[in-house]
């Protein structure tokens, strides 16, 4: 099963995904966790190339470097895992480029984006995606004490159309689970593991 989690920086991925993966493996699961870009020595290597804050990068260039992270992601972890019956869990897949290179840069348009979308993760889908939805004021208050990368150095507007971008793929696509991110952590946990109880608890 592959699971994925969504949401602005700082919206919570993170705490999230430790917190199942914690309970997953309670359950006898084989849980594997990988953050996007990254998981691999290739990825690791284009994440730096990414998140920099010394390049101008152009913005088709960004999308197919984070699209040639994620297809390595792919074919040395991801489908490998999933063959095995694993459950993978990942921070971010190909709704953020739909959100952060569609909505947030502009830079194909989105029916090009989801193609390059789908070359990149081989083909697959996720089973659920779990989008922690937060506001802008908040996700930039968590973050305050945070120095900024490359990518969150883009500005309040860039941020208000990827939160655009995610309302919409929620909109459109069923897999999509919303959740909102103020509550409480435990509150988030509870019922991310309600939604999976049948499928996997
Ligand atoms: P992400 O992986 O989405 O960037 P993190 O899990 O790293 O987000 O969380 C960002 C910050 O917000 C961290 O300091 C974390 O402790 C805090 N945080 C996470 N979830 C919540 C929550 N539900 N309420 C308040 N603060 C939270
Ligand atoms: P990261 O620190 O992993 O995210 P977070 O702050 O949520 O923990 O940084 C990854 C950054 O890359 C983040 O700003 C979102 C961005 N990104 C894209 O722009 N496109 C993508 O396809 C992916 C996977 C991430």
Redesign the pocket.
Known sequence: MLITFE?????G??TQISLLKDKLTSVGKTVRVF????GTQISEEI?EL??NTEFHIDSVT?LLL??SA?SQLMSEEVLPALEKGEVVIL????D??TA??GY?RKSLPLNQIQQINSIASHGRTPDFTFYLRLSLDESNHRRAHLSK?R??RAGDEFFANVIKGFDDLAEQEERFIVIEASQSIEVIHESIVKRLSSKLL
């Open positions: 949401g602005i920086d700082g919206s991925k993170s953050r996007e870009p990254g994440r990414l998140l960004e984070f699209s994620r921070d971010r897949f190909y953020s480029t952060y290179q947030g990368d990518m969150e």
